[in-house]
Nanobody, 120 residues
């Protein structure tokens, strides 16, 4: 009953910028943490950034100082501003949300992913 839809992926040259967006919809009472993960071919999925409902943030070491995560609770969206992109940022990026249902139980949901490709 809960869906996460990402947008904003694409092809960009090294040093460029992209902005990813994710919107949550469905049977939602509230959303706790929202974040972004990524997975490159042959590698494990890794944390990119996460933001709590109160606005606290956490970033993976490889993106600190380059990426910024933000959210809009009223719109149920989370965004990732990616600057100074590097070829090693190339991956499929997935939106994740910890959603409280109307029964007040929390479950994790994932988007389908959006491809980000950074050329040298």
């Amino acid at each position: 009953q809960v869906q996460l839809v990402e947008s904003g992926g694409g092809l960009v040259q090294a040093g460029g910028s992209l902005r990813l967006s994710c919107v949550a919809s469905g049977s939602i009472f509230s959303i706790n943490d929202m974040g972004w993960y990524r997975q490159a071919p042959g590698k494990q999925r890794e944390l990119v950034a996460v933001v709590t409902s109160g606005g606290s943030t956490n970033y993976g070491d490889s993106v600190k100082g380059r990426f910024i995560i933000s959210r809009d609770n009223a719109k149920k969206t989370v965004a990732l501003q990616m600057n100074s992109l590097k070829p090693e940022d190339t991956a499929v990026y997935y939106c994740n949300a910890q959603v409280r249902g109307w029964n007040l139980r929390t479950s994790a949901y994932w988007g389908q992913g959006t491809q980000v490709t950074v050329s040298s």
